[in-house]
Every structure is written in structure tokens, then in C-alpha cells.
């Protein structure tokens, strides 16, 4: 495995690979890799020729008082992990390479930027979608890979992706659980013992939604009510947002039926945690 540092190089390798006639499978990462980052760059070594993995923890997405101080990082750890699944290119920019002094664009995603993790995080999809298209150029890709825990950052570089013509295709991939059912996140770094045993609270009711559902509920306030209650009764959790929505606007929805996206943030101690289930209504 190749490692990159220097925009231009990475650039000229994917220029090289194109006119080689070769795909690139591309998988954005914050590094601190887990299995479902694995999953993501496994998937992309199947349907490509050339995979890059970018490993750049982005300070545009992170607001004041965040953090991306703290934000776990192991990059010698990340670079075995990366190539175990074959991956050629680990590129890793440097900060003042991505943002040199007198950088004036960004990117901004309308609409569906403002609710859920954009109420909560303001700026924060800006700076996901400034990065990911500067890396798109960079990187050249026809395929990039994103894990669906992150739903509306999947939805909102879907979005920028047909606004502004990419030719290339945007993958998700579904979330990779630890056997409890937690969802893998660099940040359950983070989590105590304890605050674990209460992270389990989040996928226990997203499926006690869905069981909800199965015996004829069909009330969004009262499966909301069920999943707030089977959240903040763990201790150490404090509930940032809960909603039930429609998986392709993030509009609150007032009856269920079809699919309905059912996304969570919480706090458990100092982590902020998210999930999602897309729940099937029959
Ligand atoms: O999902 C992430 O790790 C980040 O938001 C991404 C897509 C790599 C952009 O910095």
C-alpha cells in the first residue's frame, strides 16, 4: 500500500489510474478505523481497480467546543488495518495543504442540511460537503463509499452529487454493529463500562419501534415516546434529537407509512452518538 501526502501526487496517481482505463473506489474517512470502515474499503476492493482510502480528519465539520482536539487517531494502526483489506492509496493531506490561507468556497447542501445532525451541528454539513468534493477532485473517484449510520451526510453528498453533475456514484453501505447491537463509531472510544451498558438503549429502540410497527402502530408521537422513555431512563444520557422522517427529504412525518427513517442523537457522557433505522411500514 502506497501513502500519499501531498495533494498533488495524489492527483497524479489518479490521473495515471484513469488513463490506464482502471476504476477508483474511493472511501472518505476521519481515520480511527473500526470494522465498519473496513467494510467500506472491502466493498470498494471488490467493484474496483485502484482503492483509495483518504484519512484526514476535517476541521470544518467540527464546531466550537467539538472534538476535534480529542478525535481518536492511530495512524500506523489505521495504515496496517487499511491494507489487511488491500487497499493501494491511503492518502493523508495535511490541514494546511486542504485549507491554505486564503481559502474563500464552500460547499452548502440546502434544506436538508438544517434538520436533524444539522440543527444540532450548524456549519457542520458545510464543512462534510466542502471536504468530500475538494477530495472528490482530488481523488478522481467513479465510486465512493459511505456508511449508512451516517445517513444524512450520505443523503446530503447524494445530494451535491447531482446537484453539480459528479460523475461518479455515491454507494452506502449498511451499518456494522458490535454483537450487542451498538453501532461501530471511532467515538465509542470514548464510553465508559457503564455508558456502554446505556449506548445499548439506542439500537434496542430503534427495533422496539420497528416491533411497534409490526403490531399495528402507525402514530408517530407514540413510537417517539417509546423510544425517548427506552433512552432516557439509562443514566448518563441525554437525548439530542429523536425523529421519525421521510428517508429521501428529512420531513417530519404525521403518519406512518412506507418507509420511514427513524434517526437518533444522543450524549452518553461526553460522546454524541448516532443511529437510524429505516423502518418498514407494511
Ligand atoms: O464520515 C466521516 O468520517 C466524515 O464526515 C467524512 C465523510 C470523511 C468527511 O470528513
Same mark, same amino acid.
Given at each position: 500500500?502506497?501513502?500519499?501526502?501531498?495533494?498533488?501526487?495524489?492527483?497524479?496517481?489518479?490521473?495515471?489510474?484513469?488513463?490506464?482505463?482502471?476504476?477508483?473506489? #474511493?472511501?472518505?474517512?476521519?481515520?480511527?478505523? =473500526? /470494522?465498519? =470502515?473496513?467494510?467500506?474499503?472491502?466493498?470498494?476492493?471488490?467493484?474496483?481497480? !485502484?482503492?483509495? &482510502?483518504?484519512? +484526514?480528519?476535517?476541521?470544518?465539520? #467540527?464546531?466550537?467546543?467539538?472534538?476535534?482536539?480529542?478525535? $481518536?487517531?492511530?495512524?500506523? %494502526?489505521?495504515?496496517?488495518?487499511?491494507?489487511?483489506? %488491500?487497499? @493501494?492509496?491511503?492518502?493523508?493531506?495535511?490541514?494546511?495543504?486542504?485549507?491554505?490561507? %486564503?481559502?474563500?468556497?464552500?460547499? =452548502? &447542501?440546502?434544506?436538508?442540511?438544517?434538520?436533524?445532525?444539522?440543527?444540532?451541528? $450548524?456549519? =457542520? +454539513?458545510?464543512?462534510?460537503?466542502?471536504?468530500?468534493?475538494?477530495? +472528490?477532485?482530488?481523488?478522481?473517484?467513479?465510486?465512493?463509499?459511505?456508511? *449508512?449510520?451516517?445517513?444524512?451526510? #450520505?443523503?446530503?453528498?447524494?445530494?451535491?452529487?447531482?446537484?453539480?453533475?459528479? /460523475?461518479?456514484?455515491?454507494? %452506502?453501505?449498511?451499518?456494522?454493529?458490535?454483537?450487542?447491537? &451498538?453501532?461501530?463509531?471511532?467515538?465509542?472510544?470514548?464510553?465508559?463500562?457503564?455508558?456502554?451498558?446505556?449506548?445499548?438503549?439506542?439500537?434496542?429502540?430503534?427495533?422496539?419501534?420497528?416491533? *411497534?410497527?409490526?403490531?399495528?402502530?402507525?402514530?408517530?408521537?407514540?413510537? *417517539?415516546? &417509546?423510544?425517548?422513555?427506552?433512552?432516557?431512563?439509562?443514566?448518563?444520557?441525554?437525548?439530542?434529537?429523536?425523529?421519525?422522517?421521510? $428517508?429521501?427529504?428529512?420531513?417530519?412525518?404525521?403518519?406512518?407509512?412506507? @418507509?420511514?427513517? !427513524?434517526?437518533?442523537?444522543? #450524549?452518553?457522557?461526553?460522546?454524541?452518538?448516532?443511529?437510524?433505522?429505516?423502518?418498514?411500514? $407494511?
Amino acid at each position: 500500500m502506497e501513502r500519499i501526502v501531498e495533494i498533488q501526487d495524489m492527483i497524479a496517481a489518479a490521473r495515471r489510474a484513469r488513463r490506464e482505463g482502471k476504476t477508483i473506489g #474511493f472511501v472518505p474517512t476521519m481515520g480511527y478505523f =473500526h /470494522d465498519g =470502515h473496513l467494510r467500506l474499503m472491502t466493498r470498494a476492493r471488490q467493484e474496483s481497480d !485502484l482503492v483509495v &482510502v483518504s484519512l +484526514f480528519v476535517n476541521p470544518t465539520q #467540527f464546531g466550537p467546543g467539538e472534538d476535534l482536539a480529542s478525535y $481518536p487517531r492511530d495512524p500506523e %494502526g489505521d495504515a496496517a488495518k487499511a491494507a489487511s483489506v %488491500g487497499v @493501494d492509496v491511503l492518502f493523508c493531506p495535511r490541514a494546511e495543504d486542504m485549507y491554505p490561507p %486564503g481559502s474563500r468556497t464552500s460547499v =452548502h &447542501v440546502e434544506g436538508i442540511t438544517d434538520k436533524l445532525c444539522g440543527e444540532s451541528r $450548524p456549519g =457542520h +454539513f458545510r464543512g462534510v460537503a466542502t471536504v468530500v468534493g475538494k477530495l +472528490f477532485h482530488i481523488v478522481q473517484p467513479q465510486r465512493a463509499y459511505f456508511g *449508512l449510520k451516517d445517513y444524512q451526510q #450520505f443523503l446530503v453528498i447524494k445530494r451535491m452529487v447531482a446537484d453539480l453533475n459528479w /460523475d461518479l456514484e455515491v454507494v %452506502g453501505v449498511e451499518t456494522v454493529r458490535d454483537p450487542d447491537g &451498538v453501532a461501530m463509531s471511532s467515538r465509542n472510544v470514548y464510553l465508559s463500562p457503564r455508558q456502554r451498558q446505556s449506548a445499548l438503549s439506542l439500537n434496542r429502540s430503534l427495533r422496539r419501534a420497528q416491533e *411497534l410497527i409490526d403490531e399495528g402502530e402507525r402514530r408517530p408521537e407514540t413510537i *417517539l415516546a &417509546v423510544v425517548k422513555e427506552m433512552i432516557s431512563q439509562q443514566p448518563q444520557v441525554r437525548i439530542d434529537y429523536v425523529v421519525l422522517c421521510d $428517508p429521501e427529504t428529512l420531513e417530519e412525518v404525521s403518519l406512518l407509512q412506507g @418507509d420511514t427513517l !427513524l434517526a437518533l442523537a444522543a #450524549f452518553v457522557g461526553k460522546s454524541r452518538l448516532i443511529d437510524n433505522a429505516v423502518l418498514s411500514v $407494511p
